[in-house]
């Protein structure tokens, strides 16, 4: 203990030898009891003493959990930042927030949030210029706003809605049907499913979803999730009546996703294999708008790449692959073809990362991302360019849904200093008016975004964005924080969040990195992200921390990083490996033990992107990296923030847990390491408004905190 104590003393002294704010002695933390527990992975002992948080239903965990939460509460309500912060984030955060709308039976529906409303409420409207009614309206499922729409579907003649629910922010959703003209909710209730939607069949008598068994007693939030199945549910009929369409007992990891072509003719089956880009593709007919169970034609089961459909049109399927294309294009298959599947190329692959397509109006509407950034191009159905799509600027654009026939289609567009404005667009002319246009608190004109590109380790160039107030002086003294994500072929493209807009407003630079293993350049870039790669994505996110020191934005001291899921475990894999390049560091529900994350819920479906222990190459970079086993003792660690939540079903809190647990062991220095683990919340889906508020709000305080900035 006085050795301990000694190390503390002396990297206390180290730290303010650094520059780094003079902070209070690290909290008292909670005794987190060690047990003994072995593994053996290809003949190397590895240590787990922190095991037994794995059970977050037992009576330990459960003390253990609010032994920390009173560490960290005490801690958060003594900054003097957390209230002007608070303060601040709420007046930014309360703005009316729209949807994109889309348009079934002949009605149009998009959701809106007032402002403050904890979920946002579903209208819809006959006409764009009608008095929008509410269709659904979430706020009534619960008192605290934890209950929480995961999906609306309407039905083909816009009477019914089937709506998924779900609590807690758990990823399990239970589905309903809501009589439109009534407001009544049929008996109809659909138990268990995860990962699908509901797909109405046209003649409008039921739907198609996908679900797993019903997990054992207790495991509901912790099991292994294997085997889905799609099902058809006919309205009227209990749950227990439902058809199987489509399962296989030999395939554990194979999932299925539905969709019903424009024609009304076809069942479209998409069929996944945990988080990787490539997949299958299978074809029902369905008889006069009307489901009859029968074998579905394979058009793709090879697994070689990504096949998304976009249009069917007669017998032509059109779809958006990155088959020999790392960065994607359009390709087309008659289904009706006889003999091997032929792929031929409609629209060829180009210089920028095709995201996604879509065909309405008689056009084809390709998203791609050129440097992180949004590009539309519509194209004829021969493929020909017709134009490019007019966008506001730099910055990120979604939506574009709709049908073959329809007349119109609607998109989102936003940038990191530009709040989320609403198109309407009709692709017979080419033109788009503005349909809504949110009014912040944020003075956008004040602030900027630049892109810029940093060198990594390798050479490799990656492209970044800085937001800061206009005129900033590059004198290396602004608070900075950098967020990161590098994975499972998701690319960071700039648009306007909260947390960004506060942080500005507080004097800060906010930067958000486009790493590898991210989707910003197609398949090659993700690839180069994954399994033995994954240290690209750490040297990618510790060079563009470098480069906003050399260029003199910040300074060490003052450089906070800031990531979750995928990137909470990029947090807590670059802080080990560099602690003296940052200030704070805020990991949130990180996948934090590379060794076991394959043991819980969905958490086999990422071996796509990290591997697995079972291949001996890939359990030593596993371990190299992993954020619980790479922890340097005797190494000084600025102040750190842990975020998890008690119904996080994806990654589950153990990973959390047992992170923290090891961090307060460690010898790290004064500063502290703490864990703020909300209730009644998952890994974010769904979560209402006044959570949203008071956790990043604590966040962004507590990166203030560490920096020793005073705010009014």
């Known amino acids: 203990m006085k050795t301990m104590t000694r190390l503390r003393a002396a990297l206390a002294l180290l730290a303010a030898a650094s520059g780094l704010p003079a902070l209070a002695n690290s909290p008292s933390y909670p005794e987190t009891r060690k047990v003994e527990q072995i593994d053996t992975y ?10 037994w948080l794995e059970d977050d239903n037992s009576a330990e965990t459960k003390a253990w959990v609010q032994a920390q939460n009173r560490v960290t509460d005490a801690f958060l309500a003594a900054m003097p930042q957390r209230e002007p912060v608070r303060k601040l984030y709420t007046e930014l955060f309360n703005f009316e927030k729209i949807g994109v709308p889309f348009q079934e039976g002949g009605r149009y529906f998009w959701t809106r949030n007032d402002g403050l409303q904890q979920q946002a409420v579903l209208y819809t409207a006959r006409k764009l210029s009608d008095k929008p009614q509410v269709a659904l309206d979430p706020n009534s499922f619960s008192k605290d706003g934890t209950v929480a729409l995961s999906g609306v579907v309407p039905s083909p003649d816009g009477r019914l809605l ?6 807690g922010g758990s990823d399990w959703q239970r589905w309903q049907v809501r009589d439109l003209a ?7 209730k659909i138990e268990w499913v995860k990962f699908s939607r509901a797909v109405w069949t046209p003649d409008g008598k039921g739907f198609f979803y996908s679900r797993y068994e019903a997990p054992k007693a207790g495991e509901a939030l912790t099991g292994a999730n294997f085997f889905q199945k799609l099902y058809y549910h006919r309205l009227g009929t209990p749950q227990s009546e439902d058809l199987l369409v489509l399962e296989n007992k030999q395939e554990k990891t194979w999932g299925f996703g539905a969709e019903v072509s424009d024609d009304q003719r076809h069942l479209i089956i998409n069929v996944w294999r945990g988080s990787g880009r490539k997949n299958g593709l299978m074809l029902l007919p369905l008889a006069q708008g009307a489901y009859q169970p029968g074998t579905p034609q394979v ?45 031929r190329v409609v629209v060829a692959e180009t210089g920028d990362a095709l995201r996604s397509a879509s065909g309405v109006g008689g056009r084809f509407l390709l998203q791609y991302l050129r440097d992180a950034s949004t590009v539309v191009r519509m194209h004829a159905q021969d493929g020909s360019l017709i134009s490019e799509v007019a966008l506001p600027g730099v910055g990120t654009a979604s939506g574009f849904a709709g049908k073959w026939q329809d007349k119109e289609t609607f998109f989102s567009y936003a940038s990191l200093n530009a709040p989320t404005e609403i198109h309407r667009f009709e692709p017979a002319s080419g033109r788009s008016e503005l349909f809504k246009r949110a009014a912040t608190a944020f003075p956008a004109n004040d602030y900027v975004t630049e892109r810029h590109f940093v060198t990594s380790k390798d050479g490799t160039r990656v492209p970044i964005f800085v937001a800061h107030k206009k005129g900033l002086k590059l004198d ?10 590098g994975g499972f072929n998701v690319p960071q493209t700039p648009s306007y969040s909260v947390t960004a807009a506060t942080w500005m407003r507080m004097g800060g630079v906010y930067v958000l990195a486009g790493l590898r293993g991210g989707g910003e350049y197609g ?23 470098e480069w906003l020191i050399a260029n003199k934005y910040t300074q060490p001291s003052k450089l906070a990083i800031n990531g979750g899921s995928n990137g909470g475990l990029l947090v807590g894999a670059v802080l080990n490996q560099r602690p003296e390049l940052f200030g704070a560091a805020v990991p949130q529900v990180g996948v934090m033990d590379m060794l076991r994350y394959h043991k819980f819920t969905i958490g086999w479906a990422w071996a796509n992107d ?5 291949d001996a190459e890939q359990f030593k970079t596993l371990l190299a990296y992993s954020p619980l086993h790479s922890i340097r003792s005797q190494r000084l660690y600025p102040p750190v923030l842990v975020t998890t939540a008690d119904h996080d079903d994806r990654v589950v809190p153990a990973h959390s847990f047992k992170y923290i647990a090891a961090l307060q062991a460690a010898d790290t220095g004064p500063a502290p390491s703490l864990i703020r683990i909300e209730t009644s919340a998952g890994h974010g889906a769904g979560k209402p408004s006044s959570k949203l508020i008071e956790e990043r709000s604590d966040v962004l305080a507590f990166m203030a905190n560490a920096f020793g900035l005073q705010l009014r």
């Open 162 to 167: 089937a709506y998924g629910v779900a609590v």
């Open 610 to 614: 990290y591997g697995t222990v079972d």
């Open 42 to 51: 290809h003949g190397q002992r590895v240590a787990d003493p922190y095991r």
């Open 182 to 188: 009534t407001g009544r909710d049929l008996a109809d």
């Open 299 to 343: 058009l793709t089961l090879d697994f070689d790449a990504t096949y998304e459909p976009v249009a069917l049109v007669g017998q032509t399927l059109y779809v958006r692959s990155d088959k020999d294309a790392p960065r994607g294009r359009l390709l087309a298959t008659e289904i009706d073809a006889q003999g091997p599947r032929q792929w």
């Open 476 to 485: 290396g003294s602004h608070p900075t924080l950098l967020y990161g994500y």
């Open 523 to 545: 398949a090659a870039w993700h690839e180069a992200g994954t399994k033995l790669k994954k240290q690209n994505v750490f040297d990618d996110f510790i060079a563009t921390a």
